[in-house]
Every structure is written in structure tokens, then in C-alpha cells.
Nanobody, 117 residues
Framework: QVQLVESGGGLVQAGGSLRLSCAAS????????MGWYRQAPGKQRELVAT???????SYADSVKGRFTISRDDAKNTVYLQMNSLKPADTAVYYC???????????WGQGTQVTVSS
């Protein structure tokens, strides 16, 4: 059973940057497309970035040009570099391998990102 541990969140002013990390316990990670999700209070969890096993990336329109997803399969870790942060980016951020509905692995605890105006 793969376990996911997200870290790197925090409180930052608008315009600032954060780098999130997601460490997976199992090597199966390297064979899967991975994604970063976020869930703001009172809203559904949304997928904001994905990276395939050969590092092709895609982004939600709301973060395109500001966020960069990357992966290090040797470390079983996926990253999310977030620049030019906005208050609307405030949410709990999670990683997982996307399915049509939900994620392939059990959800981790997430990491809180709070952007102040």
C-alpha cells in the first residue's frame, strides 16, 4: 500500500512562492501519472497539475504559468513549485495518482497553503 506524505505548505503573502513536496512510500509511484490537488473550505477537491511517467505536464487554467509540477522518481517524490501566489490559492494541497474519480492511492493528510492579501 503506497502512502503519500505532503509537506511544504505555510503562510505566505500574495505574490510569494512556496514549494510543496509529496513523498511516496512505494516504487510503484514511478509508473504512474501523479497530480496535485487542492481543496478550499466549502469547495470540492480540484486537480491543478499533473505529470506523466515521462514528465509531460498539464495544468488547470487557474494556475497555468504560475505553478510548475516536477518529479524525482529516484526519491519517489513529486513537487509543486508555486509562484505569484494569490489569496484564491489558499487551500489544503494533496497529491495522488489521478483516476476518473478520485485517486489511485489513499489520500495523505495534505499540506495547508494560506495566502494573505
Amino acid at each position: 500500500q503506497v502512502q503519500l506524505v505532503e509537506s511544504g505548505g505555510g503562510l505566505v503573502q500574495a505574490g510569494g512562492s512556496l514549494r510543496l513536496s509529496c513523498a511516496a512510500s512505494g516504487s510503484i509511484f514511478s509508473f504512474n501519472t501523479m497530480g496535485w490537488y487542492r481543496q478550499a473550505p466549502g469547495k470540492q477537491r480540484e486537480l491543478v497539475a499533473t505529470i506523466t511517467s515521462n514528465s509531460n505536464t498539464s495544468y488547470a487554467d487557474s494556475v497555468k504559468g504560475r505553478f510548475t509540477i516536477s518529479r524525482d522518481d529516484a526519491k519517489n517524490t513529486v513537487y509543486l513549485q508555486m509562484n505569484s501566489l494569490k489569496p484564491a490559492d489558499t487551500a489544503v494541497y494533496y497529491c495522488n495518482a489521478p483516476l476518473r474519480v478520485g485517486g489511485l492511492f489513499s489520500w495523505g493528510q495534505g499540506t495547508q497553503v494560506t495566502v494573505s492579501s
